[in-house]
């Protein structure tokens, strides 16, 4: 039974440029939440897609928007990259929320985006 | 907003000692998770805290959740290498929605 997964590994793009970062949840789980994770940091909330719509989001401008298809896998997308946009981005499944109390999330390896 | 924050950020610990970890949230809270990244690796959860005052022991590792559900601790008895590490606690709150993580104590030890 695969994990998370989430690709690429690692990118390097150019400031102005746009990204699509993809992800894919472990078997059986419907919520996808993407997080940003700066050097020695925690992970950053971004935001949080079930049935296929965005129903959590954190303090991250509309430069970033996400996606969730119906198989449940989900895409990041960030436009007009900033050098503050290095980071890792870290994907989390898990089933959804259950009587107000939330499971443990899953995390994939991170794609790791390098702007410059 | 809400705000997590933990003490210390940095922990070194000589290898069979024992040391605490703490988690303090600016609002009360309705969970809170605890989490493992090893260095290069990811996030991995450890354990859910849910009641008032509740204690969960995993082995070596103690968590506790604060009676006024605003703090949480974890304590690991006879550190040992395998317990290198960053471990974060995110706290839940039911009409946010989401999970807010801390910054995390890194902790390493020295054999």
């Known amino acids: 039974d695969a994990g998370v997964t989430q690709s690429p590994t690692h990118l390097i793009k150019t400031r102005g440029q746009q990204v699509t970062l993809r992800c894919s949840p472990k078997?059986?789980?419907?919520?996808v939440s993407w997080y940003q994770q700066a050097l020695g940091q925690g992970p950053q909330f971004i935001f949080q897609?079930?049935?296929?719509?965005?129903?959590q989001r954190g303090n991250f401008p509309d430069r970033f928007s996400g996606h969730q298809f119906p198989n449940y896998s989900s895409e990041l997308n960030v436009n007009a990259l900033l050098l503050g946009d290095s980071a890792l981005y870290l994907c989390?499944?898990?089933?959804?929320?259950?009587?107000?109390?939330?499971?443990?999330?899953?995390f994939g390896p991170g794609t790791r985006l390098t702007v410059t | 907003g809400q705000q997590v924050m933990q003490i210390p950020q940095y922990q070194h610990v000589q290898e069979g000692e024992d040391f605490t970890t703490y988690c303090n949230s600016s609002t009360t809270l309705s969970n809170i998770q605890w989490y493992k990244q090893r260095p290069g690796g990811h996030p991995v959860f450890l354990i859910q805290l849910v009641k008032s005052g509740e204690v969960k022991k995993q082995k070596r590792l103690t968590f506790q959740f604060g009676e006024a559900k605003k703090n949480s601790s974890l304590h690991i008895t006879a550190t040992q290498t395998t317990d290198v590490g960053t471990y974060f606690c995110a706290g839940f709150k039911a009409a946010g929605n989401k999970l807010t993580f801390g910054g995390g104590t890194r902790v390493l030890v020295k054999p």
């Open positions: 897609y079930y049935e296929e719509e965005e129903r």
């Open positions: 989390a499944s898990s089933l959804r929320l259950t009587s107000g109390r939330p499971h443990e999330q899953y």
């Open positions: 078997s059986g789980h419907d919520t």
